[in-house]
Every structure is written in C-alpha cells, then in structure tokens.
C-alpha cells in the first residue's frame, strides 16, 4: 500500500478513536435513515452493538495499511459475515452499511477528505463489507440453532444450571462457546460456554451466573422457565489440549463450564495428558461443581483437582453443599492465582485459564511472570 494511502487509514482510525461511541451512533444513525426496516433488527439498547461495531472498524483500520495480517483479517471479516446472519441482516444491507461508513468517515475527515482519502478508505470499506457479504451469501451451515429447555436450578442466589436439548445437534468443538439469545431478551446476544460436550442426543448445559445489573445473565437466572426456547449461533473459541503436554487449567466461578466440557471429552479417551485443575469461587459453598470434578478424577488417573476459595467460610446467604474436605479434595484459601503459583512450577505444562476478564488477566500474568511461555497460555476473548 502506498504510504500516503497507509497515512489516511492511520489518520483515520486515530479520529475516530477520539470518541469510538459517537463515531458507531452516527454510523448507525446514518444506515436507519438510509433504510429505517434496519432499525428493527436490532435491541433497543444499543451498547453493546455500538462498542463491537468500533471494534471492528478500528481493527480494520490497524491491519489494512500494516504489514502482515491480510489473511486472518479476511477470515476474521468472513467469520463476522457468516455470523450476523443470525441479526436477519440480508446481502443488501452490507450497501446500506458501505454508504453509512463512508459518508461517516468523510463528515470525521472534514478538510483531510479529498480524492486521494476518499479512494483509500471507499476501497478499505468495500473489502470490508464485500468480505462480509460474500462469506454471509456463501456460508454453509445455517444462521441459527434452537433449543427446549428441558432443566433449570438455582444453585445459589446468583448461579443457574440450564439444560436444553436441540431438534438437531449443534456444531461446535468441546471448550468452544456460543452466541445465545433467549425469550426474556430478544435481539440480545450474549456468549455462554457449554459445560459438557457435543453430542448425538443434541444435549446442552450451561452454567450462568447472574452479573450485577446484567441484561441477560439476570434474565436466565431469574426467569428462565422450562419450555423456554433459546437460539444459538455458530460456536467460536480455540481453547484446546494438546496431546503431548501436561495441563494446567486454571477455573473461575463459570469459567468452569468450557473446561469441564474439555474434562468429560479427554475422560473418554485412554491418552489424555496430565492435568491439574485448580476450581475457584469466592467462597467455599459456591464451588458448585466440585463433586462432578472429584467423580471424573476418581475414574481418571490422569486428573488432580484443587478447590481455591477467597475465604474460609461461607455467609449466611449460602445453604450448605459438599465442601472440599468432605469430597476429600485439596482446598487451598486465597486467589487462584496465588494458589497456582505456590503450588509448584509449570513451564513445561500448556495452561487454559477461563473465568473473569480479571482473572484471566491476573492469573496469566503471575503466569508469565513465574515462567509460563506467554504462547502455551489459552484463553477465549477478554471482554
Ligand atoms: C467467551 C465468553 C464465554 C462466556 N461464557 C459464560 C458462561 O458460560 N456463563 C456465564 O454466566 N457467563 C459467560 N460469559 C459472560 C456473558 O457472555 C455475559 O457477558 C454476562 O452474562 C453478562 O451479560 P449481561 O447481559 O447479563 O450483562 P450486561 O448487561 O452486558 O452488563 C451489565 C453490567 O455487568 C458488567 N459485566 C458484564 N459481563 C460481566 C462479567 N462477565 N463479569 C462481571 N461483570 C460483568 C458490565 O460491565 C455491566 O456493568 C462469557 C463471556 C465470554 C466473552
């Protein structure tokens, strides 16, 4: 790319970084007046759509003008494609979408907008929205999933298992999670990890635990009945084990469920490595899960559970579940992370950290800090 071309998206992307949130709403105002049907296909609170949106615009404009990086955005713009099916947005909508970018981006310009800016970034918004558009007409599987729920319990005042079970089973890899959308919340996509694997029964369950203020988590927890239908987009996520590498894996209250779907598939096969689990919760009655990891371990010689809780004992508000020593499981007190690093070391282990974007920035740091090879350190997106 010519250096003046590379300059204008630089340019560009530092404007808009200037107020991301304003830059989406006028996007997004500009495609409803250019075709008011768009306004139906999304939430009436628009956050979370605004905040992705930047992001990926922002992303485009940091790799296009760079060296390296072409492909895997391409696939990254294909995947987006394939994947905003399940909004009901049709090949059409990508011009709507083209027109509202550029004349966006031509307003943000201001005097900086003349021929030579305007063909940089009308040719970097055409791959964009081509890509997309392309991938969206061409994608193989369908745009979404449905399932019944068939179970829901409460486990604490915040933590619900829901159990569904799908007309046709769901692609996706053990480890990996899915975009969800259910009744109480429609429009609104959020992503939950399956705590078991996929299977020919088209089973699923997730564990959901209820953030203060949340729009959907509270809405599962709270509301979620059975006979409830909920709708499932593609699975994502790379979190994986390799064969040949002892395993650390580091759980954070939910962040439980991609693991032990990782658990039950590696139960199933006679090679699995070696691996330590260490399960964390605030306190020690919230560690929900513990007797179904003990009963994996107990059959599998290869697995070796630590239960980690911040505190000794647990409030008033939690009704007494088996603890760690009465399930005979180790029981360290303090943060995961701390419990990981004083437990030994693990250079030579590939390591798989899910819970809390604070957690999972914590602990892989401590991590990288006590040895651990940053690139044997799995974990899915921190939002
Ligand atoms: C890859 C991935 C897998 C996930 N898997 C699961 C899962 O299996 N089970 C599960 O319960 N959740 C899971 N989540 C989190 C889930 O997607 C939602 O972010 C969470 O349920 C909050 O959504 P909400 O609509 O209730 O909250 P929102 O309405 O989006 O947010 C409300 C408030 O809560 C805060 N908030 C949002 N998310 C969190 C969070 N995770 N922790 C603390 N505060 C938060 C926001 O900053 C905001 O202040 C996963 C997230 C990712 C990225």
Redesign the pocket.
Known sequence: MASHSRHTLQHLRTLINGDPDRFSANVYTRMFSIDPDLRELFPAVMA?QRDAFFRVIDHVLEVVPAESGHAELIEFLAQLGRDHRKYGVLPEHYGVMYQALISEFAAVMGDYWDDEAAQTVTQAMMLTTGVMRGAAETAPHPALWSAEVVEKYRITRDLAVVRLITDSPLRFAPGQ?LEVQVPQRPK?W????P?IPPNPAGELE?????????????AIVGETRVGDVWYFAQG??TLHIEPDRPVLMIAGG?GL??LRALLIEMSKRADSPATHIFYGMRHPGELYDLAVLRRIASTNPWLTVTAVSEETTDPWWITAMATPESLGVEHRIGTLADAVIESGTWDDHQVLIAG??KMIETTRRRLVIAGVRASRIQH??V?
């Open positions: 979370h999670y609104v959020r992503d939950l990890s705590a997730f564990h959901v635990r209820a953030v203060q203020g949340g729009t959907v988590s509270s994502h996520g939910t469920a991609p809390s974007p899915d997106p939002v």
